[in-house]
DNA sequence: CTGAAAGCGCTAACAC
DNA sequence: GTGTTAGCGCTTTCAG
């Protein structure tokens, strides 16, 4: 069907295009019955404006580009959403960007966001957050990244604290006695993983002692699970941190399954609360992130850059809370 | 930072911005010796094609427009890696566009979409399809629907033949003298609900009998397993089939809290596999569902509608592979 | 094989 | 207040 155009709107409303133009985009100085005129023909003839030529005579295209590790799109579902929701309200579209190993390298991905002219790039941190936020530098566009604490000339990020979260945990279980306290590798999320461990090494810094327990898993291990059946044979702990639901889980399971009690023989933390922690026997302590939030505020930083408020803070840290459930004593 | 545009390679390459188009589009009569010229032109300015121009020049946007509810965004995570993994390949961009209860209206997702002037839309099904569809009919845009069996004009559609993968399970269950089986409403994904509710009225219809066991969640129950926690003490049952991992996993959780044992005094089986599905204990039966496979094939389709190949089968049904695991016996 | 020029639909000075 | 006009960056006839 062919689309109408601002000019069929003018003809039929009897004034120029730029009329036309004006009452679309709310110019105040249109009398109110020229306006009335062309809001009548514009109705009347279902004339949507045609973003990519306003795109194209405002040299801005309200659109951003948004880039997801594809093996990240589902954690980051909730973000998204949050993510989704402030764009409509400040009517920007999101190109979404699934980087894929094998498929879709991160070059190809930039080339197609700087074809595609984006106003802003929101990148959901990984491994490859480096390398897309040295190739897009060049091109002086406004970014904000979800997940990490990094920002630089046109560079906000949101995060969620992951580092003080470990921090509060194993420094409770410091002051209660327990040093005990081992914290499981999450390839999937390395940049969390490291935080967690910062975490744990400052709460055994402060009390003179030294964090040794972070568990690599290593790179031909298939799954958590296969790994941790054989590590907790050899290895006890007091308290077992996980980052991932699944992980969580897969304590849980091996727990089980090696006769060591959770909780009274093991703690078990999640530190990524998700509707499945509270589904397992015994139900998982875990902290509850403000996913939706994060791509919230997100969002909501990257429309202040565009609009060039200034943008006191451009590290932006989100709290969460801590849900104590059966896999910790009291 | 200025982009360059196509003037500054051809004056650059001392060719016209004609040429230079030319060769920027693979038009095969140029000659070599120019096409050189205007290459190291393009490289030595990091020249890239506005997007944005092209599509007004073309009229077409390279773009698509995904409608995704807010509530599935999850579960369609692999689904949209499949989709953003085809898409990539053919060179189109997707949208995204969520559409969230109170905050993103149908409609205005719509009008979103016309004047963005994507080239066709694919649409994640719910609930809110008819709407859509109906709105976006009338601009004569070319549609795909992923997860439900439709078709027209200018609508294709992909999806998983839920109503066979539960016809087949109750069936080999009636075959066994075991016709106590009830079906567990999803009210997240209602469709799917009523395909494996046609699915067992045919399997029992075949042997002659009536299906009657289907289990209506009522709005004002919280969830899936504060509900099953009353229904399972008056109502017992050889095989409780339920779509979603999370529903499945209640069913578990239940049967052990009221001392039902699984697989031997209730077999359950979840529907739609998941990483979980064989995290919980005992690890479910289930359904391994193609989800990236059905993003890939949507994206397919609505190519080919693009490319104006004819599309001999306008609704593309995908099969699924039955996994038993220790929810059910033998 | 290449260049000139019109046009895609809209915005934004600049006139009137 | 409203109209005229020159772009925005690119593609595509049509000449040559």
Redesign the interface.
């Given at each position: 069907?062919k689309?109408v155009t601002i000019y069929e709107v003018a003809k039929e409303a009897n004034v120029s295009l730029a009329t036309v133009s004006r009452v679309i985009n709310g110019s105040d100085v249109v009398k109110e019955e020229t306006r009335k005129k062309v809001e009548e023909a514009i109705n009347k003839l279902g004339y949507?404006?045609?973003?990519?030529?306003q795109?194209?005579a405002l040299q801005k295209?309200t659109?951003l580009g948004?880039i997801v590790p594809?093996s990240s799109?589902?954690y980051?579902?909730?973000t998204?959403?949050g993510l989704?929701?402030v764009a409509?309200i400040y009517d920007y579209?999101?190109?979404?960007?699934?980087i894929?190993e094998g498929?879709?390298k991160i070059e190809?991905v930039v080339?197609?966001i700087?074809?595609?002219?984006v106003d802003g790039v929101l990148i959901y941190c990984d491994k490859t957050l480096d390398e897309s936020t040295n190739l897009l530098k060049?091109?002086?566009i406004p970014m904000v990244v979800i997940g990490d604490r990094i920002s630089s000339d046109n560079i906000c990020s949101a995060f969620i604290d992951y580092e003080q979260a470990s921090y509060e945990l194993i420094a409770s279980y410091l002051d209660k006695g327990i040093d005990n306290i081992a914290i499981l590798e999450d390839r999937r999320n390395s940049n969390i993983s490291q935080e967690l461990l910062e975490g744990g090494k400052k709460a055994f810094k402060e009390k003179g002692k030294e964090f040794d327990s972070y568990i690599s898993i290593p790179r031909e291990s298939r799954s958590t699970?296969k790994f941790l059946k054989d590590y907790l044979k050899d290895n006890k702990h007091k308290l077992l941190i996980a980052n991932r639901d699944?992980q969580a889980?897969?304590c849980l399971?091996v727990a089980?399954e090696n006769g060591i009690k959770v909780p009274d023989d093991m703690e078990v933390v999640c530190m990524t609360d998700s509707?499945?922690t509270s589904?397992s026997?015994p139900e998982l302590s875990s902290f509850i992130m403000p996913s939706y939030d994060l791509g919230a505020l997100a969002m909501r930083l990257m429309t202040k850059m565009l609009s060039g408020e200034e943008v006191e803070e451009k590290e932006k840290t989100l709290g969460y809370v801590y849900q104590v459930r059966e896999s910790t004593l009291n």
């Amino acid at each position: 069907m062919k689309r109408v155009t601002i000019y069929e709107v003018a003809k039929e409303a009897n004034v120029s295009l730029a009329t036309v133009s004006r009452v679309i985009n709310g110019s105040d100085v249109v009398k109110e019955e020229t306006r009335k005129k062309v809001e009548e023909a514009i109705n009347k003839l279902g004339y949507k404006p045609n973003a990519i030529a306003q795109g194209l005579a405002l040299q801005k295209s309200t659109t951003l580009g948004l880039i997801v590790p594809e093996s990240s799109l589902s954690y980051a579902s909730q973000t998204i959403n949050g993510l989704a929701d402030v764009a409509k309200i400040y009517d920007y579209n999101i190109i979404i960007h699934t980087i894929t190993e094998g498929i879709s390298k991160i070059e190809d991905v930039v080339e197609e966001i700087i074809k595609s002219r984006v106003d802003g790039v929101l990148i959901y941190c990984d491994k490859t957050l480096d390398e897309s936020t040295n190739l897009l530098k060049q091109y002086n566009i406004p970014m904000v990244v979800i997940g990490d604490r990094i920002s630089s000339d046109n560079i906000c990020s949101a995060f969620i604290d992951y580092e003080q979260a470990s921090y509060e945990l194993i420094a409770s279980y410091l002051d209660k006695g327990i040093d005990n306290i081992a914290i499981l590798e999450d390839r999937r999320n390395s940049n969390i993983s490291q935080e967690l461990l910062e975490g744990g090494k400052k709460a055994f810094k402060e009390k003179g002692k030294e964090f040794d327990s972070y568990i690599s898993i290593p790179r031909e291990s298939r799954s958590t699970y296969k790994f941790l059946k054989d590590y907790l044979k050899d290895n006890k702990h007091k308290l077992l941190i996980a980052n991932r639901d699944s992980q969580a889980i897969a304590c849980l399971n091996v727990a089980a399954e090696n006769g060591i009690k959770v909780p009274d023989d093991m703690e078990v933390v999640c530190m990524t609360d998700s509707k499945y922690t509270s589904m397992s026997r015994p139900e998982l302590s875990s902290f509850i992130m403000p996913s939706y939030d994060l791509g919230a505020l997100a969002m909501r930083l990257m429309t202040k850059m565009l609009s060039g408020e200034e943008v006191e803070e451009k590290e932006k840290t989100l709290g969460y809370v801590y849900q104590v459930r059966e896999s910790t004593l009291n």
